[in-house]
């Protein structure tokens, strides 16, 4: 037997639910223990009461209009959100996951803050499976939720780990075994420096002693060589990860002699001199292999190491550890932007151990970084897989089997 589009029934959404208004509720109110306090935004806090009972749809009415929230537990809705009362026998989880796939956002008609009017939402045509076809859709995407939200812990506890082991890889090091150093069964190991406690055999010094050349500040241009030439970081491309991120920077003329002088090489360190956020002043990152002669504008500090003293990958992670912001932060200055200086960065403090030892300790964290971006991208196919779905199975354009004796 097949199953024909004709058994889905075209509806409004006032056929199938009401959205009630939340209530107020001071924020004061919010705090402590008891049941989920649900605002525009998802959970905003905890109250003693509840309006309704679970399991419940929760939708943003003011600001984040149209997001939608699934609640397990008895809540709290406030007067930025509507929640749903059923008026049918349809399936609630496949109520849920339909109010998720429309574009309620779309919905808004304010001047101000944004909002959405029930009644707008009333009016959506909607098709309506029957409620076994709707149990068995809210089945599916339900099951790549959860594989979502699995993948998604795994990659915070990787990330928990990551951070763990860093500290301890640059506090601590890898001994010749592949074994982290132990400062209490050994304390004869350790030494005393500016950064804390740190292995004996390790040196230690100011950043600018393992300078191959002078640190440099960027090129200045004006808005009219931009446009074409060639390619110049600037601060965004600094600050989405540990390596600069070229694919959008910027071209700009530069002439032969301000292209070799302001030119970057992989494994230069670069620093933003300025930043508008405290965190983001003297903020380190790497320069990966560029497929092409790249620049770095004015707001930028390049420093180059002498690589067989200092890794580049080394210092970047230890720069970009707590331990290397703890030692930045104090050397911020704070006018309009905040700021450092190029002596500012040449006086960071920073460990040396071997250069064999360096490589090992990269290693070590590359191993957590490759399983990290390994579960990354399987959660970005889960969510394209999750998006897919909702849209073919939500639609009808995918059927799926409610009776093992239904042909495809």
């Known amino acids: 037997m097949s199953i024909s589009i004709d058994e889905w029934q075209e509806k409004i959404l006032a056929n199938l639910i009401d959205l009630e208004y939340g209530a107020g509720l001071l ?34 009415r003011k600001g984040s209009i149209g997001s939608v929230f699934w609640t397990n537990e008895a809540f709290y809705p406030i007067d930025t959100t509507y929640y749903v009362q059923q008026k049918t026998e349809d399936d609630l989880r496949w109520i849920y996951w339909y109010l998720t796939y429309l574009p309620l956002h779309k919905l808004d008609t304010s001047t101000g803050v944004p909002g959405l009017n029930r009644n707008d939402a009333y009016k959506v045509k909607i098709f309506v499976p029957p409620p076994p076809e709707q149990q068995k859709i809210a089945q599916i995407l339900d099951t790549i939720d959860q594989l979502i939200a699995v993948t998604d812990t795994h990659i915070t506890k990787l990330k928990k780990t990551k951070a763990g082991l860093l500290h301890d890889l640059l506090t601590r090091g890898i001994d010749e075994h592949g074994e982290l150093r132990d400062p209490t069964r050994h304390p004869e190991q350790f030494q005393d420096s500016p950064l804390g406690r740190i292995p004996k055999d390790w040196e230690f010094g100011k950043l600018c002693n393992f300078y191959a050349v002078p640190a440099r500040n960027g090129l200045y241009k004006p808005a009219e060589y931009y446009g074409q030439g060639n390619l110049m970081i600037h601060m965004p491309q600094m600050f989405r990860g540990l390596e600069i991120d070229a694919s959008d920077a910027a071209r700009v003329e530069v002439s032969s002699d301000e292209l070799e002088r302001f030119s970057l090489c992989q494994g230069d360190l670069v620093f933003a001199r300025r930043s508008l956020n ?119 354009k995918v059927r799926v089997k409610t009776d093992p004796t239904q042909e495809n």
């Open 27 to 60: 924020e004061s109110e919010r705090t402590g223990e008891g049941f989920p306090v649900y605002g525009s935004s998802g959970i905003v806090g905890k109250h003693r009461n509840y309006l309704v009972e679970a399991p419940g749809i929760v939708v943003g």
């Open 278 to 396: 405290l965190e983001g002043a003297g903020r380190c990152s790497l320069v990966p292999q560029l497929n092409e002669a790249t620049t770095f504008e004015s707001s930028i500090i390049r420093v180059r190491l002498s690589k067989d003293e200092l890794v580049p990958t080394f210092a970047n992670y230890f720069l970009n550890s707590e331990i290397g912001e703890r030692l930045r932060l104090p050397l911020i200055r704070q006018v309009a932007v905040s700021g450092v200086s190029s002596e500012d960065i040449a006086s960071l403090p920073i460990p040396k151990p071997s250069v064999e030892e360096q490589n090992r300790i990269i290693s070590q964290i590359e191993t957590y970084e490759k399983l990290i971006q390994t579960k990354e991208l399987q959660q970005e196919k889960l969510k394209l897989l999750k998006k897919g779905l909702m849209t073919d199975l939500l639609t009808g």
